[in-house]
T-cell receptor, first 111, second 116 residues
Framework: GQQVMQIPQYQHVQEGEDFTTYCNSSTTLSNIQWYKQRPGGHPVFLIQLVKSGEVKKQKRLTFQFGEAKKNSSLHITATQTTDVGTYFCAGPSNAGNMLTFGGGTRLMVKP | NAGVMQNPRHLVRRRGQEARLRCSPMKGHSHVYWYRQLPEEGLKFMVYLQKENIIDESGMPKERFSAEFPKEGPSILRIQQVVRGDSAAYFC??????????????FGSGTRLTVV
């Protein structure tokens, strides 16, 4: 079946350092979505990418969708303590009925 | 405009009891998805429902688990004869009435189930 994988699983950074998480799908995706879950919270939708090679920015966050539409990345510039949480990528299942989530990357930021 | 409402937020059940988790989707959303999250793990799909229809239950364990989304009222995820391994956070998400993966999901705050 379809698999969506993320690396790294955990990342500790010093406040002000950059952070990147990578997402890879075993199948080509029609779109990819990113979510953030704060500790003890629920996943919150951040963004959706649809086009091959698409790059979108939200303040210090940069999202990229690979040319082959099988991989994606999220880069955070100059991390802040408010960036702490787990970042999930998600892509449509093979049947397209629902989203398959990656395992997430847990970001911890030391002040 | 209320978001996705889940209740209860926390639920404690003894082994062998039943757990009922409720989810009311956002106004205008008719698609509901249930996901389970074990501690320190990712989100695992369980079931996708529309009003009065189960569209995809491929992630649902075959025994003890059931889900419904009646014409009136919230969606219910029911776990019979709970075991310790059922302890997890159960999240419900909803989306507009289009194909289930085309738009971002809005998640509820989840129900944290603890089986003692």
């Amino acid at each position: 079946g379809q698999q969506v994988m993320q690396i790294p699983q955990y990342q500790h950074v010093q406040e002000g350092e950059d952070f990147t998480t990578y997402c890879n799908s075993s199948t080509t995706l029609s779109n990819i979505q990113w979510y953030k879950q704060r500790p003890g919270g629920h996943p919150v939708f951040l963004i959706q990418l649809v086009k091959s090679g698409e790059v979108k920015k939200q303040k210090r966050l940069t999202f990229q969708f690979g040319e082959a539409k099988k991989n994606s990345s999220l880069h955070i510039t100059a991390t802040q303590t408010t960036d702490v949480g787990t970042y999930f990528c998600a892509g449509p299942s093979n049947a397209g009925n629902m989203l398959t989530f990656g395992g997430g990357t847990r970001l911890m930021v030391k002040p | 405009n209320a978001g996705v409402m889940q209740n209860p937020r926390h639920l404690v059940r003894r082994r062998g009891q039943e757990a009922r988790l409720r989810c009311s989707p956002m106004k205008g959303h008719s698609h509901v998805y249930w996901y389970r999250q074990l501690p320190e793990e990712g989100l695992k799909f369980m079931v996708y429902l529309q009003k009065e229809n189960i569209i995809d239950e491929s992630g649902m364990p075959k025994e003890r688990f059931s889900a419904e989304f009646p014409k009136e009222g919230p969606s219910i995820l029911r776990i019979q004869q709970v075991v310790r391994g059922d302890s997890a956070a159960y999240f419900c998400a909803s989306s507009p009435p289009v194909r289930g993966s085309l738009y971002g999901y809005t998640f509820g705050s989840g129900t944290r189930l603890t089986v003692v």
